[in-house]
């Protein structure tokens, strides 16, 4: 990505955690990679855990193969864990947007 996509992608992060998380109520599945060397994982579950009033699935993925943790799936950094992205994604449809 170029230098300059950085500077909005940190304003959307700002914009995000600003929010007032209480007030939502649309069902929320959190993916992550436990070994995410990009972003913090302890922040990533005290993030999930301001969602209140929605029903919340937090799920470690652990099948990337990205070496830095951080892109979970597709054809550019993790093809191999497509697939698996997806049947997760179906399965947390499919359950009602929760995971056993």
Do not use: R, W
Request: proline share 8%.
């Amino acid at each position: 990505y170029p230098l300059d996509a950085v500077v909005p992608m940190l304003d959307l992060v700002d914009e995000v955690e600003a929010l007032d998380k209480t007030n939502i109520t649309t069902p929320q599945l959190f993916i992550y990679s436990p070994q995410d060397k990009v972003v913090d994982v302890e922040k990533i579950k005290k993030t999930t855990a301001q969602f209140i009033n929605a029903a919340v699935s937090i799920h470690p993925f652990d099948a990337s193969t990205d070496p830095s943790q951080h892109v979970l799936s597709g054809e550019a950094c993790s093809p191999e864990s497509t697939q698996a992205m997806v049947d997760l994604i179906i399965e947390y449809i499919n359950n009602g947007f929760t995971l056993p």
